[in-house]
């Protein structure tokens, strides 16, 4: 197996290093790059979703390169009423006629209804099991809250589903995503 010693990486030429770097990073699962970087911008384009810049700037060679998605988010909860499931089925088939390309990911709570898990993966959703330990502690708030001042205290699944958004960064490497309602 062919390897390189610090001493001998040093004196391989500029653009045979340039390439090694670029087929090892290339065989990595998640990258992180520059966003002014040439090089980043390749890494970041060749796996969509599943890389992220730092330095907040945009991505230079994204106007020319029309491949730099930004994932779409939901959070779901088996305890939602059935009129969310059917909200989020239909926000999915728009998402899929309108971005066939772009990354559908789902935090996903419960494990029970294995139809509709399977028609998320179907459609290449990705799903995030989400079971988070501060559950209870919604539940809490939701008890103490007052129903007048929103619907969402009067559905305990409905109220629990708003709170799940604070994870998604627990859940998905990206420096923004896009966070749909299941009603959007």
């Known amino acids: 197996a062919a390897y390189f010693t610090n001493k001998s990486f040093l004196s391989t030429p500029r653009d045979l290093a340039a390439v090694i770097d670029y087929f090892l990073c290339s065989r990595l ?8 970087s040439t090089f980043s911008a390749a890494q970041i384009a060749r796996r969509g979703s599943i890389a992220s810049w730092y330095n907040s700037h945009s991505i230079p060679l994204a106007d020319f390169f029309k491949v730099f998605f ?18 989020l089925k ?26 509709f898990r399977a028609w998320l993966t ?22 103490a ?7 969402l205290y009067a559905h305990a699944g409905n109220y629990f589903g708003t709170w799940q ?7 998905i490497s990206a420096e923004y995503v896009l966070l749909l309602d299941a009603d959007t």
């Open 90 to 115: 239909v926000s999915i088939w728009s998402v899929r006629k309108h971005m066939p390309a772009s990354s559908i990911q789902i935090l996903y709570h419960g494990n029970s209804d294995t139809e």
């Open 145 to 151: 809250g007052d129903p007048r001042s929103s619907h």
């Open 122 to 143: 179907e459609k290449n959703v990705i799903l995030h099991d989400h079971n988070p330990k501060w559950r209870d502690k919604i539940e809490k708030l939701r008890l």
């Open 29 to 36: 699962p998640h990258f992180i790059g520059n966003s002014v």
């Open 165 to 171: 958004r604070i994870d998604i960064p627990s859940y």
């Open 70 to 87: 930004i994932p779409i988010v939901y959070t779901y909860t088996e305890e939602s009423s059935i009129a969310g499931k059917q909200m």
